[in-house]
């Protein structure tokens, strides 16, 4: 099955779909979705992406991202792709949106306007392994420094997302 995108004008008003690999080969403005789960005791869930993915495979990145389908809201989106990934469901707030342009290597491209949620999980998550390869909790201070002295272990759009919901004050 094609897997189809809403592309989106800087003001998140819905210009069209498109197919999701094109898109990314071409850097058309489309809508997306970052979570952040955190703990009861504030750390936060990370997952290693699956080395199969098509691009960024292999790297560590938030809990769960994705692009909600046409005509899907991002809170459906969100918790569809949080239990296709991650195998279990929150409840999840969104905090901000932010848009990003990163080169991914092999002529693939994220222009996306990312709607950056965030929620509560005190459990295990039992990953889709085709989705996932690793995932672990970490201290968002260890993050951080970790961010600044390996960025190559972690996905473009993780360090964006994370150092403006740091900003926020919605982690240590």
């Given at each position: 099955?094609?897997?189809?995108?809403?592309?989106?004008?800087?003001?998140?008003?819905?210009?069209?779909?498109?197919?999701?690999?094109?898109?990314?080969?071409?850097?058309?403005?489309?809508?997306?979705?970052?979570?952040?789960?955190?703990?009861?005791?504030?750390?936060?869930l990370l997952q290693r992406r699956a080395?199969?993915?098509?691009?960024?495979?292999?790297?560590?990145?938030?809990?769960?991202?994705?692009?909600?389908?046409?005509?899907?809201?991002?809170?459906?989106?969100?918790?569809?792709?949080?239990?296709?990934?991650?195998?279990?469901?929150?409840?999840?707030?969104?905090?901000?949106?932010?848009?990003?342009?990163?080169?991914?290597?092999?002529?693939?491209?994220e222009h996306e306007l990312d709607h950056v949620l965030v929620g509560r999980f005190?459990?295990?998550?039992?990953?889709?392994?085709?989705?996932?390869?690793?995932?672990?909790?970490?201290?968002?201070?260890?993050?951080?420094?970790?961010?600044?002295?390996?960025?190559?272990?972690?996905?473009?759009?993780?360090?964006?997302?994370?150092?403006?919901?740091?900003?926020?004050?919605?982690?240590?």
């Amino acid at each position: 099955m094609e897997e189809r995108v809403v592309l989106v004008d800087a003001r998140d008003g819905e210009v069209g779909t498109a197919e999701k690999l094109s898109v990314h080969l071409d850097g058309r403005l489309h809508r997306a979705f970052s979570l952040f789960v955190f703990d009861g005791g504030g750390l936060i869930l990370l997952q290693r992406r699956a080395k199969a993915k098509y691009h960024s495979g292999g790297l560590w990145s938030n809990t769960c991202c994705g692009h909600p389908r046409p005509a899907e809201s991002i809170a459906t989106a969100a918790h569809r792709r949080l239990r296709e990934e991650m195998g279990f469901d929150c409840d999840l707030r969104p905090v901000f949106t932010f848009a990003y342009h990163a080169e991914l290597g092999n002529g693939l491209i994220e222009h996306e306007l990312d709607h950056v949620l965030v929620g509560r999980f005190d459990g295990e998550p039992a990953p889709d392994p085709d989705e996932v390869e690793g995932w672990e909790w970490f201290e968002p201070s260890m993050l951080y420094d970790m961010l600044s002295s390996e960025p190559e272990r972690f996905t473009a759009w993780l360090p964006l997302a994370f150092n403006k919901l740091r900003s926020g004050a919605l982690c240590a």
